[in-house]
């Protein structure tokens, strides 16, 4: 199996989009997949060093959106005509005139369900993108079984078509951290180890972190030595977050730390009393799933694919603020019941790998490859 990869849309910072593209291109090679990976030039050794991968890097003026969009449509369709037996584009658009089967990961439908959570011109760009990849792929790939159901309802996919991948999560990478690595981390953020509430993700209203200032400052209110939050990830588009984060005073305090380097995370994590993630609506929801495997405490939501991510392992909150408020001050309470969930996210997060999702990524080339051969 012969695949032309299109990496070219990811980005420099490795969210959860970065992570998922490279881990799954790390182990195609061992689930049957030899790759030819079309990337920007800053990615080209990363690539090269993986199983498998022939790297052809892009001209440096196709870092900018608009060239590159343009490029997708003109020039990577005649980097399709032989030699490869299956296009994966990992990230919404594909090229419209390519002459292979493509394959096109989808990773979540809130642009057609919740759009008010995304900027209005990228939730018309994705929806374009979303409809156009579930009408030419010969297979979408997407994280989780309401992924799938949601394309089905609100796009008119078909679910014959719609292969679920689940992410997986690299134990190496997220491991419940050592104590040295938590004090190192808390010294640099003025912190305590296991005396602060962390989240991790991009600042943006999807990911509902005004309503977790919210519920926090409600969960800790009265306390005479009240837990941190800690926010860490690069700023989104919410302009209601500083307004919210200047009304706190007194004791309460917010630590933003911005994007943090792969390698402190697992210290941001493991090292905090809870992680909060009471998102609105993930495609899958890796936040969480690296947490659980830190063994941290996670409180998060029911909505979309998070009970697939967090199943009994994890605790649970309705979206608003007196909600998260209620069900974190529960968990700082009750050091017990935070140390059983722990241990069960630790047990729950090693049942899911890249190993896995990449042979399942493998078994949906397989079968656009078929549909070229039988045509």
């Not at 991510?309 to 909600?323: I, K, L, M, W």
Request: aromatic share 6%; with cysteine.
């Amino acid at each position: 199996m012969r695949v032309l990869v299109d990496a070219s849309a990811i980005p420099a910072d490795r969210g959860g989009v970065g992570r998922y593209v490279d881990e799954v291109l790390d182990h195609l090679g061992e689930a049957g997949a030899a790759t030819h990976v079309i990337c920007q030039r800053r990615d080209a050794e990363r690539y090269a060093a993986m199983r498998g991968a022939a790297v052809h890097p892009l001209p440096k003026v196709l870092e900018r959106r608009a060239l590159r969009l343009g490029w997708e449509q003109s020039g990577l369709p005649a980097r399709t005509l032989s030699g490869v037996d299956v296009l994966w584009s990992p990230h919404y658009t594909t090229a419209v005139a390519a002459r292979i089967p493509r394959v096109v990961t989808l990773h979540d439908a809130t642009f057609f369900s919740d759009p008010a959570v995304h900027l209005r011109t990228k939730a018309r760009f994705f929806r374009v993108a979303t409809r156009v990849a579930l009408r030419l792929a010969a297979r979408c790939v997407v994280p989780s079984r309401a992924t799938r159901d949601e394309l089905v309802r609100w796009a008119g996919g078909d679910a014959a078509k719609i292969v679920v991948a689940p992410h997986g999560v690299d134990r190496v990478a997220f491991h419940p951290p050592t104590g040295a690595e938590v004090e190192a981390f808390c010294r640099q953020h003025d912190l305590r180890p296991g005396h602060y509430v962390a989240f991790l993700g991009t600042l943006e209203p999807r990911k509902n972190v005004g309503a977790l200032l919210r519920g926090w400052r409600r969960a800790v209110a009265g306390l005479a030595d009240p837990p941190p939050l800690v926010l860490a990830g690069a700023a989104g588009w919410d302009r209601t977050l500083d307004d919210v984060v200047a009304a706190v005073r007194g004791p309460e305090r917010v630590v933003r730390t911005g994007y943090l380097d792969l390698p402190v995370l697992p210290a941001l994590l493991g090292g905090a009393a809870v992680v909060a993630y009471p998102s609105l609506g993930e495609g899958f929801g890796l936040p969480v799933l690296e947490a659980m495997a830190c063994g941290a405490t996670v409180l998060t939501t029911r909505r979309l694919s998070l009970p697939e991510v967090g199943g009994d392992a994890v605790a649970y909150t309705e979206p608003d603020a007196a909600s998260i408020g209620r069900n974190l001050r529960s968990l700082l309470d009750d050091g017990a019941r935070r140390d059983v969930l722990a241990a069960a996210a630790l047990e729950r997060a090693a049942t899911f790998s890249w190993e896995a999702s990449a042979r399942l990524h493998v078994a949906a080339f397989e079968a656009a490859a078929s549909r070229r051969v039988a045509a």
